[in-house]
């Protein structure tokens, strides 16, 4: 008896019928949603409610981490783009072309983390320009989240539906 044969029979190796992906998924949503632009959502809200060092610490860790988007950015942003471009597109024809359900998987979670990735880099922009205080930061950063929650929602909606789609049409191993 072949032990890999054995192991795949366990093991169910396609994306969308495997629990852990849709638990990787889960995961990625909620930890993206958690961190605004580095910074985790719940030191927001204790800047928001107790303000003083809370507040600092706030501006502080949101000055550090816009300086280091926009650092980067600006260090590397086209060779980043430019990979980014190429993995993106080598995963869509994997995915969509060559009909490869890894592929398909992957492009579904890695393209609205671009989008993220985009909105995040727009946001950093925003904040080194204006500069923003108290409750305008808390604005600024407030909304990042909604925007960022709202692509992930579509995002986790649009890769159920696929996901079902995908289940339905390749129907179990016999």
């Known amino acids: 008896m072949n032990w890999t044969a054995t192991l795949f029979e366990v093991i169910d190796m396609r994306s969308f019928s495997n629990l852990w992906f849709w638990i990787g998924l889960a995961v990625l949503w909620s930890t993206v949603s958690h961190w605004v632009l580095g910074v985790p959502y719940d030191m927001i809200q204790r800047a928001r409610?107790?303000?003083?060092?809370?507040?600092?610490?706030?501006?502080?860790l949101v000055r550090i981490n816009v300086n280091r988007l926009l650092y980067i950015g600006r260090v590397s942003g086209l060779v980043l783009l430019a990979l980014v471009a190429f993995i993106l597109t080598s995963l869509a024809i994997l995915a969509f072309y060559y009909d490869v359900e890894f592929a398909q998987a992957t492009f579904l979670l890695a393209f609205p983390m671009t989008l993220v990735g985009?909105?995040?880099?727009?946001?950093?922009?925003?904040?080194?320009?204006?500069?923003?205080?108290?409750?305008?930061?808390?604005?600024?950063?407030?909304?990042?989240?909604?925007?960022?929650?709202?692509?992930?929602?579509?995002?986790?909606?649009?890769?159920?539906?696929?996901?079902?789609?995908?289940?339905?049409?390749?129907?179990?191993?016999?």
């Not at 108290?134 to 696929?162: E, N, W």
């Open 49 to 60: 409610k107790h303000g003083g060092e809370a507040e600092i610490d706030l501006q502080d």
């Open 118 to 174: 985009a909105l995040s880099l727009s946001t950093a922009t925003v904040i080194a320009r204006e500069q923003p205080q108290g409750d305008a930061l808390y604005a600024r950063l407030s909304k990042h989240r909604i925007i960022t929650q709202f692509i992930g929602m579509i995002s986790i909606f649009v890769t159920a539906m696929y996901g079902m789609y995908q289940n339905l049409d390749v129907g179990p191993y016999f």
